[in-house]
């Protein structure tokens, strides 16, 4: 029995995996997400009622911070998605429209929310690079959305980032392009 195994064992955990806290997609497990991962998660509820039930967001921030896990998510980041969406819906809805196929209103709530929740964050959390912005969006997607709806939530804010991004995305796709020998 290797080392691994038995301290494993000793604790009565399974073995360890080659990428721990990952999916097989690279998505963090729910054990291992962080504190804004879990503050997009309860926004993402938040702007669920507001958009299908057109709660008030007092009544939203209430009940959502008595769920059970909210203690371990950014508070701080969790308020700042919750009030600047909803605040700023006119304006995100904007944005967004222009990149869809069809009419808001068709978009299912999970989806809108996480659309809002990524343009937010592209025009207001520079310290978080757009990938990352851009990826938690679709894991938020694809963890409460219908299925294959995070591809739409993938091809509108990848059409939207280099707009609210334009400089960090330029950066990011010239560092990937392929160096010309000459």
């Avoid at 080659?18 to 998505?27: D, N």
């Avoid at 911070?65 to 371990?72: D, I, N, P, T, V």
């Avoid at 990826?135 to 804010?157: M, P, Q, R, S, W």
Wanted: glycine share 8%; with cysteine; aromatic share 6%.
């Amino acid at each position: 029995m290797s080392d691994e195994q038995s301290s494993s064992s000793a604790s009565s955990r399974p073995p360890r995996q080659s990428r721990t806290g990952v999916t097989s997609t690279g998505a963090r497990k729910a054990g291992s997400k962080s504190n804004r991962s879990r503050a997009r998660e309860f926004a993402l509820q938040g702007l669920y009622q507001h958009i299908v039930g057109h709660n008030a967001v007092l009544d939203i921030d209430r009940f959502t911070q008595e769920l059970a896990g909210f203690h371990k998510a950014d508070a701080v980041h969790y308020d700042a998605l919750l009030r600047g969406c909803i605040e700023n819906e006119a304006a995100l809805d904007a944005l967004i429209t222009p990149k869809l196929d069809r009419g808001l209103a068709e978009i299912s709530p999970i989806e809108h929310a996480c659309m809002w929740i990524g343009v937010y964050e592209f025009q207001n959390c520079a310290d978080v690079p757009w990938r990352v912005v851009l990826n938690e969006c679709i894991e938020l997607a694809k963890e409460f959305g219908g299925t294959d709806g995070h591809k739409y939530v993938n091809a509108v804010l990848n059409g939207l980032a280099p707009e609210l991004r334009s400089a960090e995305v330029a950066h990011d796709r010239a560092k990937q392009q392929p160096k010309t020998q000459g």
